[in-house]
Nanobody
Framework: QVQLVESGGGLMQAGGSLRLSCVAS????????MGWFRQAPGKEREFVAGISRSGGGTRYADSVKGRFTISRDNAKNTVYLQMNSLKPEDTALYYCAADQQALEVHTSTWAYDYWGRGTQVTVSS
């Protein structure tokens, strides 16, 4: 089992940048594909970005392509989400998730086995 703790959220003006971090417990971090999801009030949780176990493969939601970058440091058990050119519609609670033994990067919430509690990102116009 793995525990995930997100950090780095906050209040930012439109056009600004934030970097989210997610630290995983345990010694098998490199065996998990990792994903970032977000959920705005009244909306379903949606996929934002995902990264393969080695970091060699990534996927992004169309809404964040070219603005957000996911990366990971397996030596530090950490996955990052660099968010640039933030927009008010990026406002949401951002979750980190781990997909055990994944052979590819999944975009569905049901594919992920472990979840963090989330970090709030608020973008003002």
């Amino acid at each position: 089992q793995v525990q995930l703790v997100e950090s780095g959220g906050g209040l930012m003006q439109a056009g600004g940048s934030l970097r989210l971090s997610c630290v995983a417990s345990g010694q098998t971090f490199s065996s998990y594909a990792m994903g970032w999801f977000r959920q705005a009030p009244g909306k379903e949780r949606e996929f934002v970005a995902g990264i393969s176990r080695s970091g060699g493969g990534t996927r992004y939601a169309d809404s964040v392509k070219g603005r957000f970058t996911i990366s990971r440091d397996n030596a530090k058990n950490t996955v990052y989400l660099q968010m640039n050119s933030l927009k008010p519609e990026d406002t949401a609670l951002y979750y980190c998730a781990a997909d055990q033994q994944a052979l590819e990067v999944h975009t569905s919430t049901w594919a992920y086995d472990y979840w963090g509690r989330g970090t709030q990102v608020t973008v003002s116009s």
